[in-house]
């Protein structure tokens, strides 16, 4: 059999509620053309994110129902802690509340003022956490990254010419860690290949700087190991995730990936020392060393759900359903970046609207677009979300990609959702130069895109004030 069937069937559902194209212009108007202001149930089709928003199983739920909420040495915080164990043969596991918490912790003990950090793309909140503690976090993707029509299997991979090239520049001793993000979520969520990981392994060994991982979706990445890593077909997903890991000195991870919860994270370590000062934080902070920023529950949730996240048929359905929705877009001649990563599949606004300049959010057209017409909420990944205020159209970088992000919650949708995507994304191509640009009316100095309120650019709003 060809056909691929979602792993599971649904014992509980939670109503969509229907809303017309009127009312959601309106619900727009007010919302200031920023879909994070609109209110979820307001939402038909929810592709912000994949974090936290994955259905649970039933084995998850009765985990919740057999949390331990003993303050010290419950049962849950044992269970979990040895799974991760199994898993990622890491021997210091520390339960946060999510990544940021970890990425925190971690950058507070080895970041500080003259430290340079590399990864291929940080994502946003591990560059703040750097750039917090007053480190620099430097980006050094492969170039094919920046290039959506590029079909490069493993576009997440770290550039090593450039690695060298920085620790030449700055010296070893400038340089704490070394990092890659697996999968790479900033580059499109596009998989790093374990020849990569092994080489900048033995690069950042040779100059005594050890290698770390963000390691939210290395389920998936693992995943994309096996299906386009020459040598790794018949090597299970189990025993490439154990590679990944023993190649590392620590992890940061958030659970609201591919552990399959709604809330929680770990920072596994491998030095003594190191995650003995990180437990010292991790109770100032968090909370004691066996519950981190949880509950028992949901220490239970996470032991269950990092291993169902691991079952082969499940990571076959989830890299076939992005891939479902990849093809079927480039099918009817949406430009997105290919080939499909893990979780999400971004579309090229740049050349989707090509008749909006991107000082006018190309990318927030379409999303504002996706939303009047059929209800379904993305994100733009562009100059909304990464420019300054004091940008002209004339000083954006031109390699700034303009991204639209629909990111698949897993478990949740179903295909005929996934269907009603490509239905609605079609039609918007097809009357695509009716869609306006925008200005921004009022937004914050820092991580605008959160709160900014826009307008259309029309003749009644022309594009500057
Ligand atoms: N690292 C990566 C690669 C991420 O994608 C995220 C979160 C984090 C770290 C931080 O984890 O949210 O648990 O604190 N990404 C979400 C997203 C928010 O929508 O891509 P967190």
């Known amino acids: ?206 100059y005594g700087i050890p290698l770390y991982l963000d390691a939210c979706r290395f389920a998936e990445n693992a995943a994309f190991i096996q299906q386009r890593e020459s040598g790794y077909a018949d090597r299970s997903i189990r025993e490439i995730v154990k590679e990944i890991f023993s190649l590392a000195e620590g992890a940061t991870i958030s659970a609201k990936k591919d552990g399959l919860v709604n809330i929680g994270g770990v920072l596994l370590l491998r030095n003594e020392s190191l995650a003995a000062k990180a437990n010292n934080l991790l109770i100032l902070s968090e909370g ?67 008749h909006i300049p991107p000082y006018q959010f190309p990318g927030q057209a379409l999303v504002c677009a996706l939303y009047r017409y059929a209800g379904i909420r993305a994100v733009e990944i562009g100059t909304l979300m990464f420019g300054q205020a004091n940008e002209t159209p004339e000083s954006i970088p031109k390699e700034r990609m303009e991204l639209v992000r629909l990111a698949i919650p897993r478990r949740v949708y179903t295909q005929s959702h996934i269907d009603y995507v490509i239905e609605a994304l079609g039609e918007i191509f097809a009357k695509r130069e009716t869609l306006s640009g925008l200005k921004i009316v009022s937004a914050p100095s820092i991580l605008r895109h959160f709160t900014a309120r826009l307008q259309e650019i029309t003749p009644t709003n022309p594009p500057r004030n």
């Not at 229907?18 to 212009?25: G, V």
């Open 1 to 206: 059999m060809k056909t691929i069937i979602e792993p599971f069937r649904i014992k509980m559902v939670e109503p969509i509620r229907m809303t017309s194209e009127l009312e959601r212009t309106e619900i727009l108007q007010r919302a200031g053309m920023n879909v994070f202001l609109i209110p979820a149930q307001e939402v038909l089709i929810d592709l912000l994110t994949d974090s936290g928003t994955s259905a649970m199983s039933s084995e998850q739920w009765a985990g919740i129902m057999r949390g331990d909420e003993s303050y010290a040495g419950a049962t849950s915080w044992y269970r979990f802690e040895k799974v991760m164990h199994e898993i990622t043969g890491m021997p210091y596991i520390l339960p946060t509340h999510q990544g940021r918490a970890s990425e925190r912790i971690l950058f507070e003990l080895i970041g500080g003022p003259g430290k340079v950090i590399p990864n291929n793309n940080h994502f946003d909140t591990t560059r703040a956490n750097i750039e917090y503690s007053g480190a620099e976090a430097v980006d050094l993707v492969i170039d094919e990254a920046a290039d959506p029509n590029n079909l490069h299997p493993f576009k997440g991979n770290l550039d090593l010419r450039k690695l060298e090239n920085l620790i030449t520049h700055y010296g070893p001793k400038a340089i704490p860690l070394c990092m890659i993000t697996i999968t790479n979520n900033r580059g499109g969520g596009q998989p790093v290949s374990l020849e990569n990981i092994r080489k900048v392994h033995q690069v950042t060994k040779d």
């Open 288 to 354: 004691f060393v066996t519950y981190g920023g949880l509950a028992g529950r949901d220490l239970e949730a996470m032991a269950q759900g990092f291993q169902e996240t691991l079952e082969k048929d499940y990571l076959l359905y989830r890299l076939r359903s992005i891939a479902y929705l990849g093809n079927h877009l480039t099918q009817i001649g949406i430009p997105i970046v290919q080939p499909t990563g893990g979780h999400a599949i971004y579309i090229d606004a740049k050349s989707f609207c090509a």
